[in-house]
């Protein structure tokens, strides 16, 4: 008996290390799948696309590593469920001229080229096929599919009547005629027709217009204001700060010094060239806005010096209302 016990005991030791070592595999194996498609996430890079000239990020996990990246931007679409509301707007995600070429010079992200219409014509015009057929499929489904609710309130509505008044055969021959009349005159209009909206390659379309005007232009400076301001959001970018546009508040960006969700802008910055002169009722009127809103005004000027990017310097004027003298 006692040999018998011991050898148990060793067959059910074997037994648990054969499966420890089994769920140590089994996780060592899951922790490399992971790690191989965690890094092939981060190796992927953030696909700008354009709406016109406006750079737009459709994908959830491009909006989250382009937030990741210290980019902001602003969501610009309606929530699925609720589209007649405003308050909370969901993806596509706009981007800053700024931000999106600083993602593009930084390499996080890639400008989707612009697709010609010519060369995928054949394609194109069988996806149309497809889409209308599938269309067609969809239509006939929702209309059983209401035609069979429409019996059954019908039914229903019918049935109370009939038992509030038990006038017996006679009410079923009615609820039979009714019914064969409904399904013989009974049509869904197309304009109700639920059409369900395919988002993961949100923004291509099969009409060649649409496609030209959906076209990616390369994100370069068009004047020398918008040289000035990219420098000052690659600078702000670098010191660590997250920043928005400042439209409202009469700037160029507002400028956070973590998370807008979690902090408040403590600056409105104003991209002013060097060589600009600015009136001083101007400053007066920007430092009393700034107070008014609890923000110090930035007045932020790129040097004109020759070094490379990684040598340039932009000077930073604050101006702060202090009241009238």
């Excluded at 007649?84 to 996080?108: D, I, S, V």
């Excluded at 014509?121 to 497809?130: D, G, K, L, R």
């Excluded at 395919?198 to 379309?205: F, I, M, P, S, Y």
């Excluded at 000052?232 to 998370?259: C, E, I, M, N």
Aim: net charge negative; hydrophobic share 35%.
């Amino acid at each position: 008996m006692d040999a018998q016990e011991v050898t148990g005991s060793e067959v059910v030791m074997k037994i648990g290390n054969n499966v420890a070592q089994a769920e140590i595999g089994v996780n060592e194996d899951n922790m490399e799948k992971g790690a191989i498609s965690g890094s092939a996430q981060k190796c992927r890079k953030i696909q700008v696309r354009f709406c016109g000239s406006t750079p737009l990020l459709w994908r959830t996990a491009e909006v989250r590593a382009a937030r990741e990246s210290g980019v902001v931007g602003t969501l610009v679409g309606s929530l699925p469920r609720q589209p007649r509301q405003n308050n909370r707007l969901g993806r596509p995600l706009e981007l800053l001229q700024e931000e999106a070429r600083l993602l593009t010079e930084t390499g996080r992200a890639v400008l989707c080229p612009a697709v010609d219409p010519e060369s995928s014509e054949a394609t194109s015009s069988h996806e149309v096929e497809q889409h209308l057929e599938m269309l067609e499929r969809s239509y006939e489904e929702q209309k059983a599919l209401a035609l069979q609710d429409r019996k059954s309130v019908l039914m229903r509505v019918l049935t109370q009547k009939q038992e509030d008044t038990d006038s017996g055969e006679c009410s079923e021959q009615a609820v039979q005629d009714r019914l064969e009349a409904l399904e013989k005159s009974f049509s869904l209009p197309r304009s109700a027709m639920a059409v369900q909206l395919n988002t993961a390659r949100a923004g291509l379309g099969h009409d060649p217009e649409e496609r030209h005007f959906l076209a990616a232009d390369w994100l370069q400076p068009r004047d020398e204001r918008s040289e000035i301001r990219f420098r000052v959001f690659r600078d702000l970018r670098r010191q660590g700060y997250y920043l928005t546009s400042a439209g409202k508040f009469g700037g160029d960006y507002l400028v956070y010094p973590g998370d807008p969700l979690r902090f408040h802008a403590h600056f409105i910055a104003l991209c002013v060239s060097m060589e600009t002169m600015t009136p001083l009722c101007d400053l007066l009127a920007l430092s009393r806005l700034g107070a008014n809103v609890k923000k110090t005004i930035l007045l932020c000027s790129p040097s004109d010096g020759d070094g490379g990017e990684e040598e340039e310097e932009v000077v930073y004027t604050s101006l702060q209302w202090s009241g009238m003298v």
